[in-house]
């Protein structure tokens, strides 16, 4: 069973511009989850989406958002980049009963460098 | 503010020795509790998941999970070096919702 995939391994961008980062999570999982992991802050939960809701958002600003596929398949984006947004950024699938997610399992992630 | 302490370590252990790895969490009606280990420059990688209170085995990995104070641990029997790595507890935030809290991790190191 392929493990969750994400694209690009590593991305180098300019202030300003804006990423997109692609995930495709375990088949059969239906809710992908977003992290940011710094050495500073460590893991922080951006937003978890369901059947192409979020059901769950962190404390992040509006530059970030998300997005979910019917395929369950999820993208994020970065817009107007800072320094400070580069981070390594996970992403997890997990399968979902009606309360709560199982053992989410992380993507091998996107190493976003913002020069 | 919910959160999930660790010691970051490193903790440091001869071969062969028990590791043992603590988190405690502040969310009491957190319903689900994770152990992930993360080696440089790689992604965290699940260990174990514990639901409910007592211990759970898988190898030479056990976690002990007591909800009533709040605790949950990770043994590690017959460390190896390449149990070398960052210990990730993660916990979830509230009884029903979909978002891990994690926290910031304890450096194990495993001495020949």
């Known amino acids: 069973k392929a493990g969750v995939t994400q694209t690009p391994r590593y991305l180098i961008k300019t202030r300003g511009q804006q990423v997109t980062l692609s995930c495709s999570p375990i088949?059969?999982?239906?809710?992908v989850s977003w992290y940011q992991q710094t050495p500073g802050q460590g893991l922080q939960f951006l937003f978890e989406?369901?059947?192409?809701?979020?059901?769950n958002k962190g404390n992040f600003p509006g530059r970030f958002s998300g997005r979910q596929f019917s395929n369950s398949r999820s993208e994020m984006n970065v817009s107007t980049l800072e320094l400070g947004d580069s981070a390594l950024y996970l992403c997890?699938?997990?399968?979902?009963?009606?309360?709560?997610?199982?053992?989410?399992?992380f993507g091998q992630g996107t190493r976003l460098t913002v020069v | 503010q919910k959160e999930v302490e660790q010691n970051s370590g490193p903790l440091s252990v001869p071969e062969g020795a028990i590791a043992s790895l603590n988190c405690t969490y502040s969310?009491?009606?957190?319903?689900?509790f994770f152990w992930y280990r993360q080696y440089s420059g790689k992604s965290p990688e699940l260990i174990m998941s514990?639901?409910?209170?007592g211990d759970k085995e898988d190898g030479r990995f056990t976690a002990q999970l007591n909800k009533a104070s709040q605790y949950v641990s990770l043994l590690i029997r017959d460390s190896q070096p390449s149990d070398s790595a960052t210990y990730l507890c993660?916990?979830?935030?509230?009884?029903?919702?979909?978002?891990?809290?994690f926290g910031s991790g304890t450096r194990l190191l495993v001495r020949p």
């Open positions: 997890a699938s997990s399968l979902t009963t009606r309360r709560m997610n199982t053992e989410a399992f």
């Open positions: 088949s059969g999982h239906r809710s």
């Open positions: 989406y369901f059947s192409e809701t979020q059901r």
């Open positions: 969310d009491r009606v957190s319903q689900s």
């Open positions: 514990i639901y409910s209170n």
């Open positions: 993660a916990v979830s935030a509230g009884d029903s919702s979909y978002k891990l809290i």
